[in-house]
């Protein structure tokens, strides 16, 4: 009989409803995402996210934010707890807060995030009322490892989908989500699988500096 893969150790960040890690949950019970959840954590104690019954069996703790005078002091008990549980990846699955340099620089390498655009492009919040604003005719989410810069680490892959005439905010965040559901898991797994890492500032993917970040084909296109 063929040994068991071995499962990637992550923790999962989390500020709120949580459906990215839902998704990773999920393709992970399939055995399309091989990682061992070893904890989330949520910054906020009302995060939707920690109620869903998808975490049963899964360590879930707060750090609140709001309890540390400065974001150098929440980092530091952030990056203490985490390590504890000697995650080879770290994931932000929807972790709304500014990270110091220093706790990005402890994670070099070995955390990702995803962002709901097509990055380079609408970094930071509400991208999907700036995309129509700006009457852009593409939209999308982008996996990126993280840097210093917020919302600006080399990036893995993206799913670039049209806005369409009749779209607004809660028809575009719909169709984003869903591919984000998609995208992350399987970035994850990339990783999990040993095909993807940060080199220096390059992202390898079987070996190789990616010219561009890798673009899957949108599910939900219509
Ligand atoms: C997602 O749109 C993600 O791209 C962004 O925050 C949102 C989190 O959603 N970083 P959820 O909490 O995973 O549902």
Same mark, same amino acid.
């Given at each position: 009989? *063929?040994? *068991?893969?071995?499962?990637?150790?992550?923790?999962?960040?989390i500020s709120g409803r949580g =459906? %990215?890690l839902?998704?990773?949950?999920?393709? !992970? *019970?399939?055995? @399309?995402?091989?990682?061992?959840? /070893?904890?989330v954590?949520s910054n906020r104690p009302d995060a939707e996210g920690l109620q869903n019954?998808?975490?049963?069996?899964? /360590?879930t703790?707060v750090? +609140?934010?709001?309890?540390?005078? =400065?974001? @150098? =002091?929440?980092?530091?008990?952030?990056?203490?707890?985490?390590?504890?549980?000697?995650?080879?990846?770290?994931?932000? &699955?929807g972790?709304m807060?500014?990270?110091?340099?220093?706790?990005?620089?402890?994670?070099?390498? /070995?955390?990702?995030?995803?962002?709901? =655009?097509?990055?380079?492009?609408?970094?930071?919040? %509400?991208?999907? !009322?700036?995309?129509? @604003?700006?009457?852009?005719?593409?939209?999308?989410?982008?996996?990126?490892?993280? $840097? @210093?810069? $917020?919302?600006?680490?080399?990036?893995?892959?993206?799913?670039?989908?049209?806005?369409?005439?009749? +779209? %607004?905010? $809660?028809?575009?965040? !719909?169709?984003?989500?869903?591919?984000?559901?998609?995208?992350?898991?399987?970035?994850?797994?990339?990783?999990?699988?040993?095909?993807?890492?940060? +080199?220096?500032?390059?992202?390898?993917? +079987?070996?190789? &500096?990616?010219?561009?970040? /890798?673009?899957?084909?949108?599910?939900?296109?219509?």
């Amino acid at each position: 009989m *063929a040994a *068991a893969k071995p499962l990637l150790p992550v923790v999962v960040l989390i500020s709120g409803r949580g =459906s %990215n890690l839902q998704a990773i949950i999920e393709a !992970a *019970a399939r055995g @399309e995402c091989p990682v061992e959840i /070893r904890a989330v954590i949520s910054n906020r104690p009302d995060a939707e996210g920690l109620q869903n019954t998808a975490l049963r069996g899964i /360590r879930t703790l707060v750090i +609140d934010h709001a309890c540390y005078s =400065s974001r @150098e =002091s929440f980092d530091l008990a952030l990056m203490t707890t985490i390590d504890t549980f000697e995650p080879a990846l770290v994931v932000l &699955a929807g972790f709304m807060r500014i990270l110091t340099p220093g706790f990005v620089r402890h994670y070099h390498g /070995r955390m990702l995030n995803i962002h709901p =655009s097509l990055l380079p492009d609408f970094p930071g919040l %509400n991208t999907h !009322a700036r995309v129509l @604003e700006a009457g852009c005719k593409e939209h999308g989410t982008t996996v990126h490892f993280v $840097t @210093e810069e $917020t919302d600006g680490g080399p990036a893995v892959a993206q799913v670039r989908m049209p806005v369409q005439d009749n +779209d %607004n905010v $809660t028809s575009l965040a !719909a169709r984003v989500l869903a591919e984000e559901h998609r995208l992350f898991p399987l970035a994850i797994r990339w990783f999990a699988e040993g095909r993807l890492s940060l +080199d220096n500032s390059h992202v390898l993917y +079987d070996g190789r &500096a990616l010219p561009a970040p /890798r673009q899957l084909e949108p599910a939900t296109l219509r």
